[in-house]
């Protein structure tokens, strides 16, 4: 066993370890420290069920922090996020900060999602074209504002009467970036289970069905996808 620690559970063990978090020590046994950061405890006291985030001391008197725990390091993310300031408008410092800030678990004040949203609307009111498209090749500009937006409780069909999902209701303007918009245009439209408006007239109608059937049909003939290419992303 390695990764989530057990009070009462026996592990395999080589060298000495002792863990703390903050002051307070919470295993006093022997462990591996693997080189990939894994860690295998065995016959010792652990005063909880599973801890987060410890700095351990082997025996040779290095220093190694190790967590086992996914939610510790979103805590951390999110206070590396939080003290960066307010969000932009964009890809860098925008919307993945406020989705990254939702998802550490933090819950953003309320001035400074209106900071942001005031933003928002400011851009969407000078980008957004008669079709609710933010760019005119790539749907991820929606999608991406679609899911920032939603993460911090606001409703993206009525952005000071724009809707932002009409952007995406033309599959074939979806999948002009392949299966990245493909991708994003579901995770948005799955952010808040959101209705896709009726696409224009000679276009294929974009719903949660086919945006899975076109991503499936991406599938390459390694059982991955790319995106770009025919060889799978690692």
Sequence with gaps: NSGKLYKGTSYTAVSNIFGYCGEKKIFDGTAVLKSDGSLIVSSGTFAGDIYMTAVYTVSDGTKKEYSTDAYSRMQKAGSYIAALGDPGIGSVGGEWMVIGLARSGRIPSAEWSDRYYQKAITYISQNADADEKLHQSKSTENSRMILALSSIGVNAENINGHNLLKGLSSLDYVSKQG??????????????????PACQSGEVQTTRANLIRSILNSQLKDGGWAFSGTVSDP
Excluded: H, P, Q, T
């Design 179 to 196: 299966i990245n918009g493909l991708i994003w245009a579901l995770i948005a439209v799955d952010s808040r289970n959101y209705e896709i």
